[in-house]
């Protein structure tokens, strides 16, 4: 399995990124995609999941007015949409991924409930 996150950047406040985390070595229907974001000196946070097997999104509830995740089917890849961005959306941002083929409940928000991670594609977001 490999993740390869892209569409990082330089953002002014209030603009816009969409972020693309493309998964190969997949059968992109059960798996679970979840983003996260890592700020210097803080804790690893989660943003959004969507599970694929199930057709269910999740969100952090101080992102859901702003961002939107999606699912490419064709494209085996998840995109994370973020508008009105903010200085503090500032961070490493990070797609993960979880095998749901078997089923089980899971934490989305827990980094540790993910067995593949990307390498992270940096967003900051000017003032």
């Known amino acids: 399995v490999q993740l390869v996150e892209s569409g990082g950047g330089l953002v002014q406040t209030e603009g816009s990124l969409r972020l693309s985390c493309a998964a190969s070595g997949v059968t992109f229907g059960n798996y679970a995609i979840g983003w996260f974001r890592q700020a210097p000196g803080k804790e690893r946070e989660a943003l959004s999941c969507?599970?694929?097997?199930?057709?269910?999104?999740y969100y952090r509830d101080s992102v859901k007015a702003r961002f939107t995740i999606s699912s490419d089917y064709a494209k085996n890849t998840v995109y994370l949409q973020m508008n009105n961005l903010k200085p503090e959306d500032t961070a490493v941002y990070y797609c993960a991924a979880r095998n749901t083929l078997y089923g089980g409940t899971y934490d989305w928000t827990t980094p540790d409930e993910y067995d593949w991670w990307g390498q992270g594609t940096q967003v900051t977001v000017s003032s």
């Open positions: 969507v599970d694929n097997s199930e057709a269910t999104t």
